[in-house]
């Protein structure tokens, strides 16, 4: 099987919105509604796991639109980080979905509602050759390291810089096997999936992502995705 694992634990703080951002309404539709939409239009997507926040568990359920996938749509909750909520949906889709190691899971951010075909395609592809992968862009700033009191001390060479998006993509079996054994403090350094394989000395596969896969974090982001679903719109 190949599952879209829908991370949906945050609160939204840097959005300044009521509810979390994965809930606000982009042109009437809630963007963890998009986001799912996405994933389930893929023919090679069979399910969607949604990890969310415990606090928001039971509105996510009443959420309008959200089951109308032919029964595809699952929710479970979320753990107090990211990787924790992956493992709890890792461990929904084995005991729910009958899932085993060899079945292939993208890893997703709620709030990323522009994912598309090609990048879904391509990192399913991706499974044949390497462990994990990553959708990824290439910097375009400049960069610069500095400290905490804000003294820069280099700037790197931004032709080897990369944004990394979602999905991030990996076999369920290797996401175990990394993941079981560190201790907490191992599990707590890893912010995302990449970073944990990447701390047990794999090596990570970047796809190509494309600039509309834009996470919403700030209000000024919500101006940016309207732009992208208007010029959907026009183009159909």
Request: glycine content about 6%.
């Amino acid at each position: 099987m190949i599952i879209a694992a829908i991370v949906a634990g945050g609160s939204g703080s840097r959005m300044g919105t009521e509810l979390p951002k994965q809930f606000m309404e982009l042109e009437g539709v809630p963007v963890i509604v998009r986001t799912v939409r996405a994933f389930l239009s893929h023919s090679s997507v069979d399910a969607a796991i949604i990890g969310i926040n415990p606090s928001y568990y039971d509105y996510a359920r009443t959420l309008p639109g959200l089951y109308d996938q032919d029964g595809r749509v699952h929710i479970t909750m979320g753990g107090p980080d990211r990787n924790s909520t992956i493992e709890n949906i890792i461990g929904y889709a084995i005991s729910h979905l009958g899932c085993t190691d060899q079945d292939v899971v993208l890893s997703h951010d709620a709030v990323r509602p522009f994912v598309s075909p090609r990048m879904i395609s391509d990192s399913i592809s991706a499974m044949e050759t390497c462990e994990i992968c990553t959708t990824a862009i290439p910097e375009t700033d400049t960069v610069a390291v500095a400290d905490k009191a804000l003294n820069v001390s280099s700037f790197p060479d931004r032709s080897t810089l990369y944004r990394v998006q979602t999905p991030q993509t990996f076999r369920i079996g290797s996401f175990l096997k990394v993941w079981t054994p560190l201790t907490p403090a191992e599990k707590a350094r890893a912010t995302d999936v990449c970073s944990l394989y990447r701390q047990c000395g794999y090596n990570i596969r970047l796809i190509q992502g494309e600039l509309t896969n834009i996470k919403l974090t700030y209000p000024e982001d919500v101006s940016f995705a309207q732009a992208i679903i208007h010029k959907a719109e026009l183009c159909q």
